[in-house]
């Protein structure tokens, strides 16, 4: 081992030799012959700087001069860097730089020859670019204690030389370097999370208020100028944000072959934004990061779905689908916290999140067509599901957003279906509604109101999330979606939809919030309970309320059979639960809508206006308490003995007025009345000669107390009216 003046001459050789090989050979010396201090690192740094040829690569010895010297700086790194910083970045500068000419070199001057020197030739940049990447992150940690003006302006162009370098040779690997340069990927994500935490470390610094601060910590003195020192923390920032962004990218599309990398740079990129909140938005196109990680998920599920999607010889485990699965997650955690981080710029771009949204269900339908995909689509839903909607959520939730915001987003929905009349929707555009294919769901072809259509389904079931969670969200976005529920019912009368609707069974996310588990339900009970959700969280609102109670009374006898079904449903979940005051007033209307619509043309005909009214009515009323039944009777049937409350009682008694709800008291008087006019017509037929005298019967409705007691009596389950019958008719 030399020592003392050794040290010095060698440095001295080096720096006078003037044969390219004499100095490879010295360098070699340096680095095999010594045992460094501290206080030798700074010389034999510079002598290296100056030993450095940064003309481009004249062959195989020239690299042989630069890996030499990168040698010995990286055995200098292993001493110490905090001293030598300023040394250590412009040898990094030096070689990142050159590196890249080098590597634009290779690829222009390509050359299929197997000359054995070439070929040691083309193997040495990788092993260069290897300790070029080591270095830095032996000097990063101290790089990120040193925060003064000159030194973040340096560090910036360092790290700015370095990236690209990564950048080339990782990207563009497999046609610029020679061979697969596995270290280099193995090396880039430890390079990327020490960037991630000088950047981090800077981004605080500047964040300071006063304009000199010293940290108490005798590795870390920070003296800066605040303005000076927050460009350069913004352009490296902004610069390590791009660059891992498109390594990310890459890294998504390499097969499963670059996890790390994958996961280092995105996690990177997410936690340089939020640190960076504030200061990097003019710099950093935050909505087209969100628009990478939202298309990432989607092309990844289009691959999957893919080859799930060609014929299986086996039924797909939930192992594989899972493994599928989890990097789609990964990219939606991801969107998650960015747009958290950045609602503003998130709902600038809302409709590309309720795209992936709505993409990413419809191919949970088409997954439910196949039942050897159940597993895949049980997967998908405990795992991508709660991520999606989360993503959905971040927006309603966030404080930054205005109301008229939030509202934009839910008035997106149906947005294309609202200008059609609900003929057209049922009838005339049957034929072109069916559930959306597997090229449909991710297809950019230039039919779009073909593609927006075959995806109602999924649109559908996502709205349906907003009605669900209708509880917390702001009073004027509950509004908005109570005015969407007409347009909901006119999309359920279109063929394939109401057969979707009926037919099919989804799977859904059940039970504690902590160990939920997976369970098949029909489409309409997802749509049933969401309603009910959704009518739970009106009450809190008059303005939504009044919406819902309007949409309920438009509705309640509706054409179409399934829109009646869940207008019907809704309406006896109200009755049920609401308070009596409230049930009363709004049965009350219907009531009125009754009356409007009382003929005695029309009581005998079972397809009457009428006769639909009353038997709506009557379903509700099964669900009322006495009190609302017993109001309800005396307001219609007890009123005045007018001919119109006569048809009314009739009409309400054949499509099964619920006689058992009254009071006992009520009960007693109704029965009594119907036995009275039963017997007062019998005897009237009786002292007649037993002819019935059309023109004279009441109301010109032929036997009506007999209609009305038969149906009293077939609708009823309480037997002991019958000795009022008898007394009665004797």
Known sequence: MEVGGDLQSLLEAIKSSEVLEDRIGLINRLESSF????????????????????????????????????????????????????????????????????????????DDSEDVQQEEHSKILPEIILMALNISIKILPSAAKCVTVDMVHNIGDFISELLSLMESSIVDNDKKIHGAALDITKAAPVFLDETT??????????????????????????????????SDVIRITSSTIQTMC????????????????????????????????????GKVNVREIIVTLLSLSIESLRVAAETWCAPLLETLGATEARRAFLPIKFFLINAVRICSTYPSEAMIIYKNIINCAVVITSSSILFSKKPQLKAANETLVELLEPTLFVLLDTLMKSSDLTPESKC???????????????????????????????????????????????????????????????????EMVVITLSKKLQTLLNILTSEDIYSYVLGFQIPALNGADQ??????????????????????????????????????????FHPHFLCLEIITELWCFFIRYAETETSINLVNQVSLLLKTVASPE??????????????????????????????????????????????????????GFPLDSLSDGTKELAMKKMFTSFAGYLESYSKNHRVINVPTCKLGVVGLPIHALASALQHSANRQWLPLCQLSVT
């Open 602 to 655: 029309d009581v005998l005909s079972p397809l009457s206006a009428l006769r639909k009214v009353a038997r709506s009515l009557c379903i509700i009323l099964s669900y009322a308490s006495s009190a609302t039944v017993d109001q309800i009777y005396t307001c219609v049937l007890n009123g005045e003995n007018s001919s119109k409350s006569s048809i009314l009682h009739l009409a309400l008694l054949m499509e």
């Open 197 to 230: 935490k000088l950047c981090r470390a800077y981004s605080e610094a500047t964040k300071v208020d006063n304009c000199t601060m010293s940290i108490t910590d005798e590795d870390a003195t920070v003296k800066h100028n605040k303005q000076g020192l927050a």
């Open 35 to 110: 045992e460094y201090s501290a206080d030798d690192l700074r010389p034999v740094l510079d002598s290296l700087n100056v030993s450095w040829d940064d003309s481009g690569c004249s062959g195989l010895s020239h690299c042989m001069l630069h890996k030499s010297i990168l040698q010995v700086a990286l055995k200098c790194s292993y001493i110490e860097t905090t001293g030598c910083l300023g040394q250590f970045l412009a040898l990094g500068a030096k070689a990142s730089s050159w590196c890249r000419k080098h590597i634009v070199c290779s690829i222009e001057s390509v």
């Open 515 to 556: 160990s939920p588990a997976v369970v098949w339900q029909p489409v309409y009970t997802s749509i049933i309970q969401a309603l009910k959700a959704f009518m739970i969280s009106t009450v809190a609102s008059s303005a939504a309320w009044n919406e819902l109670e309007a949409f309920l009374l438009e509705n309640i």
């Open 246 to 281: 498109r390594l990310g990218t890459y890294a998504a599309s390499s097969g499963g072959s670059q996890v790390i990398l994958l996961n280092v740079s995105w996690k990177g990129v997410v936690s340089l934004l939020q640190s960076g909140k504030g200061m990097i938005e």
């Open 408 to 474: 934009q987003l839910a008035h997106h929905f149906f947005e294309n279906e609202e200008d059609k009349s609900p003929d057209l929707m049922g009838q005339a555009n049957q034929r072109e509604i069916n559930l959306a294919s597997l090229d449909c769901i991710f297809s950019m072809d230039s039919d779009v109101d073909h593609r927006n259509r075959a995806l109602l389904p999924a649109e559908l079931l996502v709205f349906l999330h907003f009605l669900n969670a209708s509880s917390w969200l702001t």
